[in-house]
C-alpha cells in the first residue's frame, strides 16, 4: 500500500508563488514516474507536471516557465514550485503514482 499526502496551498495573490508537497509512503518509490494533476472547478483533471526517478521532468505547456517539479528519493517526497501564479491556477492539486492518489490540496489564486 502507499500513501500520499499533499500540503502547501493556499490562497495567494495573481503573481505570487506556492510549494507544494508530496509525501509518499512505500520503499519503491524511488523506481517509477511520480506526477502533479489538478482539476479546477467544472473542469477535468489535467497533468500538470511530472518527473522521473533519474530527475527527467515533463510540464505542461500552461505551467512551462512559472512551476518546476522535482523530487527527493531521500525523502520519499515530490515538490511543484508554482511561480506567477494566476487566476486560472486555481484548482485542486493531486499527486500521483502509479494508481495511487493524494486527496489533494487546494490552491487559490485571486486576481
Known amino acids: 500500500q502507499v500513501q500520499l499526502v499533499e500540503s502547501g496551498g493556499g490562497l495567494v495573490q495573481t503573481g505570487g508563488s506556492l510549494r507544494l508537497s508530496c509525501a509518499a509512503s512505500g520503499r519503491i518509490f524511488s523506481i517509477n514516474v511520480m506526477r502533479w494533476y489538478r482539476q479546477a472547478p467544472g473542469k477535468q483533471r489535467e497533468l500538470v507536471a511530472a518527473v522521473t526517478s533519474g530527475g527527467n521532468t515533463h510540464l505542461a505547456d500552461s505551467v512551462k516557465g512559472r512551476f518546476t517539479i522535482s523530487r527527493d528519493n531521500a525523502k520519499n517526497t515530490v515538490y511543484l514550485q508554482m511561480n506567477s501564479l494566476k487566476p486560472e491556477d486555481t484548482a485542486v492539486y493531486y499527486c500521483?503514482?502509479?494508481?495511487?492518489w493524494g486527496k489533494g490540496t487546494l490552491v487559490t489564486v485571486s486576481s
Open positions: 500521483n503514482y502509479l494508481d495511487y
